[in-house]
């Protein structure tokens, strides 16, 4: 299997424009991570999904952030509009389900907000 | 609640020593703990894991880890370190039929030639 893919691997934009994030779990894997890391505040979960349905958004930031999955084999985070402290890394994992498995971790994206 | 702390958040150590990064962690019920390490412009990587069974787990590349109950710790070892070491570490912990692991602030390992 070729991992957990996410595209694109950097992105840069101006304030203000829509961005957004892209992921290929590893088929067969029933749950979704999205996560951010930042230097201040480290690695934060923002949402994840369980065969496809949003379990908990807790984590996301403010309403300029939304998540879909809307098929087992792709996911989306969009920032609308984004800012420039959105600028991160945001990671995408996935798990086969079970508390037992380890997190399976996608490249992740840079995010620059100018 | 489940919550892990990694005391130090760096960590400095002469190639061919041994190093120790350190972890402890609080949950309810049995715990699953996870070494996981970030290479720099990389994602997470998984090192080892404890489920059950022997207190000490071996993982990649040369490291280990001992689970200690009593002082519900999980400390990452290696005997002797390389160069190549360098990277940050994170420990996670799941428990108490939680599916989503809780992460620690992560740990910078400085591995000196």
């Known amino acids: 299997d070729a991992g957990v893919i996410q595209s694109p691997r950097h992105e840069v934009t101006e304030m203000g424009q829509e961005v957004t994030l892209r992921c290929k779990p590893i088929?067969?894997?029933?749950?979704l991570f999205w996560y951010r890391q930042t230097m201040m505040r480290g690695l934060e979960l923002l949402i994840y999904?369980?065969?496809?349905?949003?379990?908990?958004d807790s984590g996301m930031p403010e309403d300029r952030f939304s998540a879909k999955m809307p098929n087992a084999s792709f996911s989306t985070l969009k920032i609308q509009p984004s800012e420039p402290r959105d600028s991160a890394v945001y990671f995408c994992?996935?798990?086969?389900?079970?508390?037992?498995?380890?997190?399976?971790f996608g490249p992740g994206t840079r995010l620059t907000v100018t | 609640a489940q919550s892990v702390a990694q005391p130090e958040d760096q960590v400095n150590v002469a190639e061919g020593n041994p190093l120790t990064v350190k972890c402890t962690y609080s949950?309810?019920?049995?715990?699953?703990l996870f070494w996981y390490v970030q290479y720099p412009n990389r994602g997470l990587q998984f090192l080892l894991k404890?489920?059950?069974?022997?207190?000490l787990v071996k993982g990649s590349y040369g490291f280990e880890a001992e689970f200690n109950k009593s002082q519900t710790s999980f400390h990452l070892k290696k005997p002797s370190a390389l160069v190549s070491d360098s990277a940050l570490y994170f420990c996670?912990?799941?428990?108490?039929?939680?599916?989503?692991?809780?992460f620690g602030r992560g740990t910078s390992l400085i591995v000196h030639p």
């Open positions: 994992a996935s798990n086969p389900g079970g508390a037992s498995y380890e997190q399976y």
């Open positions: 088929s067969g894997h029933d749950y």
């Open positions: 999904f369980n065969n496809n349905v949003p379990i908990d």
């Open positions: 949950v309810s019920g049995n715990p699953y």
């Open positions: 404890y489920i059950t069974g022997d207190n």
């Open positions: 996670a912990v799941r428990g108490g039929g939680s599916y989503i692991p809780t």
